[in-house]
């Protein structure tokens, strides 16, 4: 009988292996492998043109590419971004999440409602932005003539000290329905019971919403600002629609692509993208750690 | 108990004008988007906001074959991407989920890991590995290439579905000396119809609405897909911009995805909280 239970457990460990092999490969095709040849590429000279002729040239192409001003802005733009944007959507998030956790009629369609504009293509969204903020014939500026509040139109993505807030405020409106959900579904799971006691305890709104619901939402709080940290580390496509030409607005996933692609020069690029893993994997290691460490000082 | 009749009033009227500002701030985009695809020609420069229902710009549009050619292709791409990452996640999940082996808890950690890969950083080693599998300029590089974002996402929530279902259920098929497969097909297959729904769902969207692989795997026009059309659209000057065409050609690609989210907006919000919460 022992015997039969290993050899059925080695079987089930086969099939289980067998069952796992086709996602393996396909992972390892699409995403172990890209990311080790990245890796190498960023030691060469390749050109994308020609990417099976290419020499080792140490770590050239990292000094080319902490040289180059632009690299450095685009890091300061993207961590700016990054920073604001996330912060605004969780503090909005949670605002709203509270609002629709709120028992009362009409939360099943409000939830529909906020979830359009995260379900929809980004580029899709900036053009639609793109054209209400359009300096003479949008309708922002419109508006605003209207209240008396300007006289001339104002060029919101072309002037250099509004591009980077008004990609910003898009991101908002595209990216706090997904914050709104996870905080919302976080909010769900509080057992009622513990509020009823506050409650008859005479406990104040306030300080239940201090002492109970932030505490004990802390860790869904904590992981919908990681996915959205990751996220936002790696925008690309609202700032590439909205305001393409600008440096401005200029992440590190745009600047990484317009190496590789529009200069060809697959080993800065390569370079370029090997530090952007890096950079989001000290990020995203950083803040599991003191998540935590979060978690556990809270005793949840 | 304590609380007022009157002041109860309060409490709902300012949380029912708390839900109409936030619906005008999600919604009104919409709606200045649809106004405008229905004004034509010059009609789009003078603001009235009402729309004239003029359909111009989506006759102009849906003549252009360029256009529907690369709404055909988003939706090759995206129901491809959706049938071959939910049939390789099913099976991974299987053995993930039911089957207790030496390896399993490395093997799910590297597909959480995977989930979090910037898609800059694999850029330039898969532009390569699409070019050696002479993918490059078609649908298939896309196809391919969005395993990337479904896969580890697919894998992961059908595993922690998979493992919350009884151990019993399929001891007895087991002993039956049925097959794996043929317990997949027949025992979890069935029950699983949710989660598929959650999963299929979110892979369809993220194929629909990818760019960055759009833009650099794919160089003619006949097969770029919606988003990286719509992108590049553009004018003889500034001031030419085609504002109503692409604003047609936005509604055209955004109704199918409201609908969607309307439809089944209780499997898309339990998809993203699940990996979210358990991931």
């Known amino acids: 009988m022992a015997t039969m239970r290993i050899g059925l457990n080695a079987m089930r460990a086969r099939t289980a292996w067998l069952f796992l092999a086709p996602s393996l490969v396909v992972l390892f095709a699409v995403a172990l492998w890209p990311l080790g040849r990245t890796f190498l590429f960023s030691f060469t000279d390749a050109y994308l043109t020609e990417p099976d002729i290419y020499d080792y040239i140490g770590f050239e192409n990292y000094f080319t590419l902490f040289e180059d001003p632009l690299w450095w802005q685009s890091v300061r733009n993207t961590l700016f971004f990054t920073v604001i944007s996330v912060s605004i959507e969780t503090a909005l998030g949670l605002a709203i999440a509270l609002l629709l956790n709120a028992h009362i009629g009409g939360r099943g369609l409000m939830r529909a409602v906020i979830l359009i504009p995260w379900s929809i293509p980004v580029v899709v969204s900036a053009r639609m932005w793109q054209w209400m903020l359009h300096d003479q014939f949008g309708i922002l500026n419109h508006v605003l003539k209207l209240m008396g509040l300007i006289d001339n139109g104002i060029a919101w993505t072309a002037n250099p000290d509004l591009v980077m807030p008004v990609i910003i405020a898009v991101d908002v409106w595209i990216t706090t329905p997904f914050m709104v959900l996870l905080i919302l579904a976080g909010l769900q799971m509080l057992p009622r019971s513990i509020y009823e006691a506050a409650s008859i305890d005479g406990v104040s709104e306030w300080r239940q919403f201090t002492a109970l619901t932030l505490p004990l939402l802390a860790p869904s709080i904590a992981v919908a600002v990681l996915f959205r940290l990751l996220d936002a580390l790696r925008m690309f496509d609202l700032s590439f629609v909205l305001s393409s030409n600008s440096d401005d607005t200029k992440t590190v996933s745009i600047y990484a692509r317009e190496v590789l692609v529009n200069f060809q020069d697959m080993g800065v690029g390569s370079a370029a993208s090997a530090a952007i893993f890096l950079m989001i994997a000290i990020v995203t290691a950083i803040y599991v750690t003191v998540f935590r460490l979060n978690r556990r000082l809270l005793g949840v | ?279």
């Open chain 2, 1 to 279: 108990m304590v609380r007022s009749r009157a002041n109860r009033r309060l409490h709902r009227i300012a949380i029912y004008s708390l839900f109409t500002v936030v619906a005008l701030y999600t919604l009104f985009p919409f709606y200045w988007m649809i106004a405008s695809s229905l004004k034509s020609g010059q009609a789009i420069f003078d603001v009235t906001f009402l729309p004239d229902l003029k359909f111009n710009n989506y006759e102009a549009i849906l003549s252009d074959g360029v256009f529907l050619r690369s709404l055909m292709n988003s939706l090759i791409v995206a129901a491809s991407v959706v049938v071959l990452s939910l049939g390789l996640a099913i099976a991974a999940a299987y053995a993930l989920g039911r089957i207790d082996f030496r390896g399993r808890s490395p093997i799910m950690f590297l597909f959480l890991a995977v989930s979090m890969f910037p898609q800059i950083a694999l850029l330039s080693g898969l532009f390569e590995m699409i070019r050696w599998l002479g993918l490059y300029n078609t649908l298939g590089s896309l196809i391919f290439a969005y395993m990337i974002f479904t896969l580890p996402f697919n894998i992961w929530v059908l595993t922690t579905f998979m493992r919350s279902l009884p151990r019993q259920i399929e001891e007895a098929a087991i002993m039956d000396g049925c097959s794996p497969l043929r317990i997949v097909r027949c025992i979890f297959l069935p029950m699983m119809g949710p989660a598929l729904m959650s999963t299929g769902l979110l892979a369809f969207i993220a194929s629909w609405n990818e760019f960055m692989f759009a833009l650099t795997f794919i160089l003619t026009d006949e097969n770029r897909t919606v988003p990286v059309a719509i992108a590049l659209i553009s004018g003889s000057s500034r001031y030419e911009f085609p504002y109503g065409a692409i604003m047609a050609a936005s509604t055209i690609v955004t109704v199918p995805l409201i609908v969607l989210a309307l439809l089944f907006q209780k499997y898309i919000v339990s998809g993203l909280t699940a990996g979210a919460v358990k991931g």
